[in-house]
């Protein structure tokens, strides 16, 4: 739904971060009834500027949720709220509807959408994505959960942009017509069940970015991941598939592809449409390491592809492109020993990627927030990783006393209270060629606001040794 008009009708914003912020300026400017309602003390907040809220004349409270959330027609809530939530709940039960801030704003957008949503590795590819169209001419956008809201984008397009977008299930859970031109979908494991209730929700909201799109518009999946590749034939529009094998797409029964793209025995990124094969670049020529980086790699190949971006193009910036922030990330080499913070590694399925990432001497600094849902299946998905590469694990939060349980059996662990005190003791531990990985494997918020603030603590205190 293009140019929504939204004029005197209510809207609340429950939480105050920078999409709420940015959505609730942007209905306001449109012409809605808006009040901005957050439940943390207005001095807790990051993005929150009163005095440029007031100057939007938007009524808004700060410290707790009054009634007034139920006086609008609509509710944006949060990505932090819960589905399940009370206060989302009640709302329902009172016939207001509730959406999410990408929702909101894709009433507004009329520049194409690549929205890019899976459980490890969106950031990469959505940054990646970026580079890649920006790079071939376009005005690119890059938002969502990366940088700027997508409420804060829309007044600046024109019609030489494309917005590339990350999604995450939080904001696809109350999508109504929400309709990118391309979704890519990069993998899908047990992730976020805490908020979602059970794996077949989380998987349910991660498929409504493709709910809304028809035969114009393109799907773009890793046919390597069993959860996607058996549901791809519900897919709407034209389904493209990347790979680590030419036969991976051929797994999928009776399936027309519009576009693949998956390495050859010699490490050869090719791209097919049409029975028409182009190498773009071999997989060891792109900066960014890891098999995880390839696969995202075929996945913007694919995205960009859509737009015409040529190979020259996506081969010198595969060869240039340093990666994000917080994963993977180098810090620093101090005596032949080398530090990566890779703290955005919340979940196992990460901290294995992290893990593949190094052939072996790596003191790991581990630990976080337990989570209900993280038993031993999630331990033994590292067992072999662990056993054949860490030679000490530093834990830390929440999760050391477990960690050290479990992992105790193959490698020596120890324990520690602070962030700080791991790192220092890292530097002791550590020899010559080793590597000190911080890739926590569990989510930060037992002693962090955010994985950002706790990779931005751990390379200050490397950068303190």
């Known amino acids: 739904m293009k140019n929504k008009t939204v004029e005197n009708i209510g809207f609340t914003v429950l939480g105050a971060g920078r999409s709420g912020s940015g959505i609730a300026k942007l209905l306001k400017k449109r012409g809605a009834r808006v009040f901005l309602s957050e439940s943390s003390p207005a001095e807790n907040l990051l993005y929150f500027d009163p005095e440029d809220i007031k100057s939007y004349n938007i009524d808004y409270e700060t410290g707790g949720n009054s009634d007034r959330v139920y006086k609008s027609d609509y509710i944006i809530a949060s990505p932090g709220i819960p589905y399940k939530a009370d206060i989302l709940e009640k709302a329902r039960a009172k016939g207001i509807k509730v959406i999410s801030e990408i929702e909101a704003a894709s009433w507004f957008c009329n520049s194409p959408v690549i929205a890019i949503t899976g459980t490890n590795g969106k950031t990469t590819t959505t940054v990646l994505t970026g580079e890649l169209l920006k790079n071939a001419g376009y005005d690119v956008k890059v938002c969502g959960n990366v940088g700027l809201a997508f409420s804060e984008v829309i007044n600046e397009l024109n019609s030489n942009s494309v917005v590339v977008l990350e999604v995450s299930s939080f904001q696809l859970e109350t999508i109504d017509c929400f309709k990118p031109h391309v979704s890519l979908l990069l993998n899908l494991s047990s992730d976020h069940i805490d908020w979602h209730g059970t794996f077949d929700n989380y998987v349910n909201a991660k498929f409504n970015i493709n709910k809304n799109q028809d035969k114009y518009d393109y799907v773009i999946y890793n046919s390597d991941d069993s ?4 549901k791809s034939h519900l897919f709407n529009g034209r389904k493209c598939a990347f790979g680590f094998s030419e036969s991976s797409a051929e797994l999928i029964k009776n399936e027309d592809l519009e576009m693949r793209c998956f390495v050859n025995g010699n490490g050869d990124i090719i791209y097919e449409k049409n029975n028409i094969k182009e190498i773009i670049t071999n997989r060891n020529e792109i900066l960014i390491k890891g098999s995880h980086n390839v696969y995202n790699s075929m996945a913007s190949i694919l995205a960009v592809k859509i737009y015409n971006v040529t190979a020259n193009i996506i081969m010198k910036t595969l060869k240039e492109f340093p ?5 993977i990330e180098p810090v620093r080499e101090i005596n032949g020993v080398k530090y990566y913070n890779d703290s ?5 399925d990460s901290l294995s990627v992290a893990l593949e990432s190094f052939p072996g001497n790596i003191v790991l600094i581990m630990g976080g927030k337990i989570s209900p849902f993280q038993g031993v299946n999630d331990f033994a998905s ?4 662990i056993k054949e590469r860490v030679k000490k694990i530093l834990a830390i939060g929440q999760s050391k006393e477990d960690i050290k349980k479990y992992f105790g059996k193959f490698t020596d662990v120890v324990l520690f209270e ?7 003791a890292a530097g002791k531990f550590a020899i010559k060629d080793d590597t000190v990985l911080f890739s926590p494997g569990y989510k930060s918020f037992d002693m962090f606001s955010n994985f950002e603030h706790r990779g931005s603590e751990f390379k200050k205190f490397v950068n303190k040794i």
Do not use: W
């Not at 959860?227 to 058996?230: H, P």
């Not at 990666?323 to 994963?327: A, K």
């Not at 955005?344 to 196992?348: E, F, L, S, V």
């Not at 590292?382 to 990783?385: C, G, S």
């Open 227 to 230: 959860n996607l590749r058996i």
């Open 323 to 327: 990666g994000v922030e917080h994963r």
């Open 344 to 348: 955005k590694a919340t979940n196992y």
């Open 382 to 385: 590292v067992d072999i990783l």
């Open 418 to 424: 602070t962030l700080e005190e791991a790192v220092n």
